[in-house]
């Protein structure tokens, strides 16, 4: 094969991957670029091609497609999951499904900076091809921004956030319930709003490493509170698989909770990430996210992509016991608090996503959450007109 037909491989490849996930890019010579990184072979390139009708096939259906065997299947799935480009499990009827994972978005740059990293030159060359990739794509977002809105508004709630429960010093957040919740259809089940019910619901639970705090650090981007990298957890079939791959280890509940209480001292904010945004099915996986590190809350910042949450809580200040400190506006992620003129804290509703990492860490705990089901839409500043 020669070289202009192997890079013809390569961007017809490269054209079916960055189909994949709820973001489509570009294909651009760094994407064509990224996937050189980690497909190696024309074989695995002529296996991704045969995901073009289809981004999740069983094994008939790729033998039919690809032209190889069972056994060349197997191989090539195996090599390219362990890159983080295919997701192999069984389905919920044990039959083996193999999906072409997306770029971005749960795809090959989570799954690659999921692991230990060491801070190799290939590392560091993956991260900044990345951060070219999401800069290209927030040009093109930008570009077309007045034709993009009505998709960012129609689109689901990309995660869900999980509230703090307790303050720094142990005791319990106050909670303002409220008998009916607001704007919630009378046929919707409400998911689990602690992080130990979520745990308790899965035998199989993976942790790994921060993929947002350690792309930036390769970029050398120091995180500001210095926050703890080994919280990203995945559950029952995700778990399965991150733990197949080598990408996370399999943790007890305990030790789970122990990281997460850890994760919640430091201030981070949990994140629950449920399969296709349906909230009513079990959860597939939690983040831990810094203000300053978590690519959802920069990619939004940057005029990139909208925030876009589902949450149950929303902070409550009372202004009497409010002492104007700021440190609810350090600490909040979405910047949703200024102090006004009068110096005490003022929560903008449309930008709060009722973390509580406010309530956690008000001196004078004058920040409660109340319960209430919200969608948090947030647009992606925009800088050209």
């Known amino acids: 094969m020669t070289h202009h037909e192997l890079d013809e491989k390569y961007k017809k490849a490269a054209k079916i991957i960055c189909k994949q996930g709820m973001f489509p890019f570009q294909v651009s010579d760094t994407a064509i670029n990224i996937i050189k990184h980690v497909v190696k072979s024309e074989k695995e390139l002529d296996f991704i091609c045969a995901f073009s009708q289809a981004p999740s096939q069983t094994m008939a259906q790729l033998i039919a497609d690809s032209g190889f065997t069972e056994k060349e299947i197997k191989t090539l799935a195996s090599k390219l999951a362990k890159q983080g480009l295919i997701f192999n499990q069984p389905n919920s009827k044990g039959i083996m499904v193999y999906r072409l994972l997306p770029l971005v978005m749960i795809g090959l740059m989570e799954y690659r900076f ?201 902070s409550m200040i009372d202004i009497d016991a409010c002492t104007g400190c700021g440190t609810c506006v350090e600490r909040c992620p979405t910047d949703a608090i200024t102090l006004n003129d009068d110096e005490y804290a003022v929560r903008m509703e449309q930008s709060c996503i009722g973390c509580g990492v406010c309530a956690r860490f008000c001196p004078e705990k004058a920040i409660s959450l109340q319960e209430g089901f919200r969608r948090v839409f947030v647009a992606p500043p925009q800088f050209v007109a």
């Open 114 to 314: 999921m692991t230990e990293l060491t801070g190799t030159n290939e590392e560091q060359e993956l991260a900044k091809l990345f951060e070219t990739l999401l800069e290209e794509l927030r040009t093109s977002v930008q570009r077309n921004y007045k034709d993009l809105s009505p998709l960012f508004a129609a689109a689901p709630a990309l995660d869900r956030t999980i509230p703090a429960k307790r303050s720094g010093d142990g005791s319990k957040i106050n909670i303002i319930k409220i008998e009916k919740t607001l704007d919630t259809p009378d046929d919707r089940v409400l998911p689990s709003q602690a992080i130990e019910d979520i745990i308790n619901k899965f035998d199989d639970i993976a942790v790994g490493y921060c993929f947002c705090r350690q792309r930036r650090s390769l970029l050398g981007d120091k995180c500001s509170i210095d926050a703890p990298t080994l919280n990203c957890f995945t559950f029952g079939k995700s778990a399965r698989h991150t733990i197949a791959q080598g990408f996370a280890k399999k943790i007890t509940r305990q030790k789970t909770l122990d990281i997460m209480k850890e994760a919640e001292d430091a201030g981070l904010i949990h994140k629950a990430f449920h399969p296709g945004s349906r909230e009513a099915s079990l959860e597939t996986s939690i983040c831990n996210c810094c203000k300053d590190c978590c690519d959802t809350f920069n990619l939004w910042r940057n005029g990139t992509l909208p925030m876009i949450n589902s949450t149950f809580h929303l």
